[in-house]
């Protein structure tokens, strides 16, 4: 068994797809780790690229059963680490991440999760600069709660899960829910008395659509995500 489980979820990745292996293989380095790639259907060269790497590569059957929740659990039942990290394909991990949140889930046995920063890379739409401004606010207002890892109801954007809390709660995502499976996540979690808790440490640069906020809201709505 893997100490170290990195879930890559992928749809149509080609242009971000190496950057994210690169940094997973690289923040994997002096850990006993694996990295699953779960795709949920792609149709670009997503699946050649990711042969390429030390990974294993999975792919739902059926493309049009594709949303937000299949690829996070179809990864959860290919790996085999005793902690989970789940990381989008446009997305970029820190190499020092792992082991600081590895080393506080150890010594916090009562904490399911711990995340931290995601810096947005593109924010030429309204969306992403927005979260962006939101994630600025958040930190301002909070100020010196945020020296030390606080607790939180859910975890955007990727965090290092405790497999044992995981499978208390039975799986790791819905894979009917288009979207907020973090937050339906984390409510389980909680509900069996687990903590989340989020770091001010900087877990991942996210490269997400390099479209404008007009074409941006089209793609939304064409692809139910709105």
Not at 83 to 103: C, N, S, T
Not at 109 to 121: F, R
Not at 148 to 169: C, F, I, K, N, T
Request: aromatic share 8%; charged share 25%; glycine share 10%.
């Amino acid at each position: 068994m893997a100490k170290i489980s990195i879930i890559i979820k992928t749809l149509n990745e080609e242009r971000n797809i190496a950057r994210a292996l690169d940094s997973c293989v690289r923040a994997l380095e002096g850990h006993d780790g694996e990295i699953i790639v779960a795709d949920s259907g792609s149709t670009d060269r997503t699946i050649d690229v990711a042969l390429g790497y030390p990974a294993t590569v999975v792919q739902v059957r059926d493309s049009t059963e594709g949303r937000c929740g299949v690829g996070p659990q179809l990864g959860y039942q290919h790996c085999s680490g005793q902690f989970v990290y789940v990381l989008d394909g446009d997305m970029e991990l820190h190499p020092e991440f792992l082991g600081y949140a590895l080393d506080y889930l150890e010594r916090h046995a009562d904490v399911a999760g711990l995340g931290g920063v995601i810096q947005e890379m593109r924010t030429q739409n309204m969306e992403f600069a927005s979260r962006q401004v939101r994630a600025e606010r958040y930190i301002a207002r909070h100020g010196s709660m945020l020296e030390q890892p606080h607790e939180m109801g859910y975890l955007a954007g990727g965090a290092l899960y405790r497999r044992s809390a995981l499978d208390d709660v039975g799986y790791l995502s819905d894979r009917n829910l288009l979207g907020n499976e973090e937050f339906d996540l984390g409510a389980r979690l909680r509900a069996r008395g687990w903590k989340l808790v989020r770091s001010n440490e900087t877990a991942a640069n996210h490269y997400s659509h390099d479209k404008g906020t007009f074409s941006l809201l089209v793609h939304r709505l064409r692809s139910g995500m709105i």
